[in-house]
């Protein structure tokens, strides 16, 4: 498995060539999201796959649209990452459930899963120290009781963001 993930990474990151700031991103969910598979049911390869290539989609929707909002990244990536998977060998069931993954990975309650909620919880897990203010701790403290799906979630974030450290 890890070696089919590895190739996914290379995928992931010669698609986006230069960017490092994208790279790292799917890089740090990866991170958490193997980090929340330690106490979290989920599909561990699928899961991994997913977080590597969940904001896939943000080149193209840049190109079409000039915009990474998130619906056009759930637009845009399912196509990308479904090519991707087929020619690293992936078979349909997989790809499915990447794809269907990637297409809400905003959008909470259009997929209810195990691995959905991991990739959520990981990608919030960065995103939370990237674009949330969270020097006020009650705020903050409330932000991840809402956002969180996992109870593994909120501890990594109450434990990266509510002790002074920033993840």
């Known amino acids: 498995m890890e070696e089919r993930i590895a190739k996914i990474r290379a995928a992931m990151e010669e698609y986006f060539g230069e960017d490092r700031r994208r790279i790292s991103h799917a890089l740090r969910v990866t991170e958490f999201a193997g980090q929340l598979?330690?106490?979290?049911?989920?599909?561990?390869?699928?899961?991994?796959?997913?977080?590597?290539?969940h904001d896939i989609g943000i080149r193209e929707a840049e190109r079409k649209f000039g915009s990474?909002?998130?619906n056009l990244q759930e637009q845009e990536g399912?196509?990308?990452a479904r090519e991707m998977l087929s020619r690293l060998g992936y078979d349909e069931p997989f790809i499915a459930e990447v794809c269907?993954?990637?297409?809400?990975?905003?959008?909470p309650g259009e997929v209810e899963s195990d691995n959905f909620r991991v990739i959520w919880d990981a990608d919030w897990l960065v995103n939370l120290g990237d674009e949330c203010?969270?020097?006020?701790?009650?705020?903050?403290?409330?932000?991840?009781e809402k956002t969180f799906m996992t109870a593994t979630g909120r501890r990594i974030a109450e434990e990266t963001y509510c002790s002074g450290q920033k993840g």
């Open 133 to 144: 203010d969270l020097t006020d701790q009650a705020n903050a403290q409330r932000l991840m």
């Open 68 to 70: 990474s909002a998130g």
């Open 37 to 53: 598979l330690t106490h979290e049911p989920g599909d561990r390869e699928l899961v991994l796959a997913t977080a590597l290539l």
């Open 78 to 80: 399912p196509p990308v």
């Open 100 to 107: 269907a993954i990637i297409a809400s990975h905003h959008s």
